[in-house]
């Protein structure tokens, strides 16, 4: 079965700082998703970054970026910039290829001004 | 558009009562999964709908159930609840399965007494 860990329950970084959140998984397939969920505390889930394991490029999306390291099974979510409002629960997830997905147990971040 | 809508946003049941949850998806979503959120197991999926029919089942015992309308909302019942079942309850919308974007309500927060 596949398993998604994120290493780190709470973190810290001071504004307009750099963090990197880490995500590694476990799994035996070679086509799969991967993806960075945020969950600010009003709740609502929001798509941050999403990677096709077929890719070898890494994923970007403004101040959001990935290391993906597919032989590493590794998939890290790099915040460049950090803003007061990048304060949330980050969950990293895996879709398998039965479209099943499997959610890490999500790192805390917090902004500090 | 209208985003994902969860009612009730929070609930209050004692043990061996049911409960329904009712979830919404954007206009034009026709696949809904729905999800478990608690501190100690983090986000679980439960089960995703696809046009009336269960087309994914996570790991959950039979007391957790699920339908979809022919109007793609969605309902999620539970059965003689346990103080285990105290979770927010995720529900997520996406246009179609294999689309990997999902779209999250807010959320029901469901406590058992």
């Known amino acids: 079965a596949q398993t998604v860990t994120q290493s780190q329950p709470e973190m810290s970084v001071q504004e307009a700082e750099t963090v990197t959140l880490s995500c590694t998984y476990d799994t035996s397939e070679s086509d799969y998703y991967l993806f960075w969920y945020k969950q600010p505390p009003s709740r609502q889930m929001i798509l941050v970054i999403r990677?096709?394991?077929?890719?070898?490029q890494n994923a970007t999306e403004n101040r959001f970026s990935v290391n993906f390291q597919k032989a590493a099974k590794s998939f890290s979510l790099k915040i460049s910039d950090s803003q007061l409002g990048d304060a949330a629960m980050y969950f990293c997830?895996?879709?398998?290829?039965?479209?099943?997905?499997?959610f890490g147990k999500g790192t805390r971040l917090h902004i500090l001004p | 558009k209208a985003g994902v809508t969860q009612t009730p946003r929070y609930l209050i049941k004692t043990r061996g009562q049911q409960v329904t949850l009712s979830c919404s998806p954007i206009s034009g979503h026709r696949s809904v999964s729905w999800y478990q959120q608690t501190p100690g197991q983090g986000l679980q999926f439960l089960f995703e709908?696809?046009?009336?029919?269960?087309?994914n089942k996570g790991n959950f015992p039979g007391r957790f159930s699920g339908r979809q309308f022919s109007n793609s909302r969605s309902e999620m019942n539970v059965s003689t609840l346990e103080l285990g079942d105290s979770a927010l309850y995720l529900c997520a919308s996406r246009l179609q399965v294999l689309d990997n974007e999902q779209f999250f309500g807010p959320g029901t927060r469901l406590t058992v007494l």
């Open positions: 709908y696809f046009s009336e029919t269960q087309r």
């Open positions: 997830a895996y879709v398998n290829r039965d479209d099943k997905i499997i």
């Open positions: 990677q096709e394991a077929y890719k070898q």
